[in-house]
């Protein structure tokens, strides 16, 4: 069974740093790209950051670029986020995500994310 | 960045209702779209990729169409397990973006 926990969350105050890790079972992780989204209170969600297999190639959103990092240990089954001058509305819940992929019958590939942790929230307060 | 609308934004449906939900997006994605089924608390749960194919354990009520750059994700038959808002999410090209979302609550 899939399972990806994550931990890390909490209080921080603005400027302050957090450390996000997702721990995953269930599958081979390194075959898998991994993502983390997050979602505002009451809002939408938001992807912000991919890692790829070998943790070699990173993408981010504009709004966390330059702050956040994230990388992944294959050995341990884990991909992280640190989280570095983080703002008030930094504040959500984050959740990792898993890369799955598939090909059709002309041999098209498609990703999307199949299998996703319960989250942990992140507030950002004074 | 690719700008996905959904609409509606609120939708009040009946159980046994068909109900349809509009993603459009602001340039073409080649099919790289997904829907996703979130209930209040819970993360999101994968129901739809590549437009149209149908993750696998989600009930066959549950499609997906395209039409150029409109998606359309319709339920035939509401289920009170259906109640719950719904994203679409583009996966061509990063940033991955997401719809506002649609809520779908009982009338």
């Known amino acids: 069974e899939v399972q990806l926990v994550e931990s890390g969350g909490g209080v921080v105050q603005p400027g302050g740093s957090l450390r996000l890790s997702c721990k995953a079972s269930?599958?081979?992780?390194?075959?898998?790209?991994m993502h983390w989204v997050r979602q505002a209170p009451g809002q939408g969600l938001v992807w912000i950051s991919r890692v790829n297999s070998d943790g070699r190639s990173t993408s981010y959103a504009d709004s966390v670029k330059g702050r956040f990092t994230i990388s992944r240990d294959n050995a341990n089954n884990t991909v992280t986020l640190q989280m570095n001058s983080l703002r008030v509305d930094d504040t959500a819940v984050y959740y990792c995500?898993?890369?799955?992929?598939?090909?059709?019958?002309?041999?098209?590939?498609?990703?999307?994310?199949?299998?996703w942790g319960q989250g942990t929230l992140v507030t950002v307060s004074s | 960045d690719i700008q996905l609308t959904q609409s509606p934004s609120f939708l009040s449906a009946s159980v046994g209702d068909r109900v349809t939900i509009t993603c459009r997006a602001s340039q073409g994605i080649n099919s790289y779209l997904a829907w996703y089924q979130q209930k209040p608390g819970k993360a999101p749960k994968l129901l739809i990729y590549a437009a149209s194919t149908l993750q696998s354990g989600v009930p066959s009520r549950f499609s997906g169409s395209e039409s150029g750059t409109e998606f359309t994700l319709s339920i035939s038959s509401l289920q009170p397990e259906d109640f719950a808002t719904y994203y679409c999410q583009q996966l061509n090209s990063y940033p991955y973006t997401f719809g506002q979302g649609t809520k779908l609550e009982i009338k």
């Open positions: 995500a898993r890369d799955g992929y598939s090909f059709d019958s002309s041999g098209q590939y498609y990703n999307y994310f199949d299998f």
């Open positions: 269930g599958f081979i992780f390194s075959n898998n790209w």
